[in-house]
């Protein structure tokens, strides 16, 4: 893997993703490309603090790095990187982690993530879809409908192929709403988990931990589980 690097990232735009305006992308040109993985992350350096955040888009478009970033209340990064002018730098070190692809071991992946966990999940199912023919089941939770975004990334994944397939659950669902209900972890059902099967799980702790235990009990061995945890 790539050793991370220290770079500087110019802000050259920004839009806010969803209706509801917790969660907005922003586009990074970096001074210096260093090949990554899809599913990686970079950290952001400010004041001698670092905050993560996944790489969006597949690393073929370096120098340009795409982020999804919620707003998080009280927030340092997330602040700073909504209201920082366009144009400006901030440094960066990159790339980060393991929560990657695994076409060698697996032929059937199953991405499941809450909230902003879906932005590593997405360049991972983006490269499955186009350098392998495996199987994709992608499992997406978030609270409200106008929390959503990527609407269109999402029909097109799921018409991508037919053995791929798209679920979106809402945990507080508005009355129009005729998708899936409820936490992640009540569609555990809808997964083909077996042997074959990669698992990657991105997001809070508690559902990673809820995840892991009915994945467990399932029978799924923990070497088939990648998991990225987002925040407490
Ligand atoms: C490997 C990795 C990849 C990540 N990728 C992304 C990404 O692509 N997009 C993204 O938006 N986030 C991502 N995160 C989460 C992000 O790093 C954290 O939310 C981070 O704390 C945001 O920094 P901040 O300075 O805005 O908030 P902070 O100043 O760090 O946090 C302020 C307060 O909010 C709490 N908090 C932080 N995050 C959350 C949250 N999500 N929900 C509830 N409370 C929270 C903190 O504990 C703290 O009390 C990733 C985290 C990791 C570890």
């Given at each position: 893997?790539?050793?991370?690097?220290?770079?500087?990232?110019?802000?050259?735009?920004?839009?806010?993703?969803?209706?509801?305006?917790?969660?907005?992308?922003?586009?990074?040109?970096?001074?210096?490309?260093a090949p990554y993985l899809p599913g990686q992350?970079?950290?952001?350096?400010?004041?001698?603090?670092?905050?993560?955040?996944s790489i969006v888009n597949l690393p073929e478009?370096?120098?340009?790095?795409?982020?999804?970033?919620?707003?998080?209340?009280?927030?340092?990064?997330?602040?700073?990187?909504?209201?920082?002018?366009?144009?400006?730098?901030?440094?960066?070190?990159?790339?980060?982690?393991?929560?990657?692809?695994?076409?060698?071991?697996?032929?059937?992946?199953?991405?499941?993530?809450?909230?902003?966990?879906?932005?590593?999940?997405?360049?991972?199912?983006?490269?499955?879809?186009?350098?392998?023919?495996?199987?994709?089941?992608?499992?997406?939770?978030?609270?409200?409908?106008?929390?959503?975004?990527?609407?269109?990334?999402?029909?097109?994944?799921?018409?991508?192929?037919?053995?791929?397939?798209?679920?979106?659950?809402?945990?507080?669902?508005?009355?129009?709403?005729?998708?899936?209900?409820?936490?992640?972890?009540?569609?555990?059902?809808?997964?083909?988990?077996?042997?074959?099967?990669?698992?990657?799980?991105?997001?809070?702790?508690?559902?990673?931990?809820?995840?892991?235990q009915l994945l467990k009990a399932a029978g799924?061995?923990?070497?088939?589980?990648?998991?990225?945890?987002?925040?407490?």
């Amino acid at each position: 893997m790539q050793k991370p690097i220290h770079t500087l990232a110019r802000i050259i735009a920004r839009r806010i993703a969803d209706e509801g305006g917790k969660y907005f992308e922003l586009l990074f040109e970096v001074a210096e490309a260093a090949p990554y993985l899809p599913g990686q992350y970079l950290n952001v350096v400010l004041d001698g603090q670092r905050r993560s955040f996944s790489i969006v888009n597949l690393p073929e478009e370096l120098p340009r790095i795409e982020l999804l970033i919620e707003r998080i209340p009280g927030g340092i990064a997330s602040r700073y990187l909504a209201e920082a002018p366009l144009l400006s730098s901030v440094e960066i070190v990159y790339p980060f982690g393991r929560l990657v692809p695994q076409a060698e071991n697996a032929e059937h992946h199953i991405l499941v993530g809450t909230g902003s966990g879906i932005a590593s999940l997405r360049p991972i199912a983006e490269w499955l879809i186009r350098n392998t023919n495996h199987s994709i089941q992608l499992l997406w939770g978030l609270r409200y409908r106008q929390n959503l975004f990527w609407q269109d990334w999402l029909e097109r994944l799921q018409s991508s192929r037919a053995n791929v397939s798209v679920m979106v659950t809402l945990t507080q669902p508005d009355k129009e709403w005729s998708g899936f209900r409820g936490r992640v972890t009540e569609h555990v059902g809808a997964l083909r988990l077996g042997e074959k099967a990669a698992v990657y799980l991105c997001g809070g702790k508690p559902m990673l931990d809820d995840m892991r235990q009915l994945l467990k009990a399932a029978g799924v061995p923990s070497a088939q589980i990648l998991t990225e945890q987002f925040h407490l």
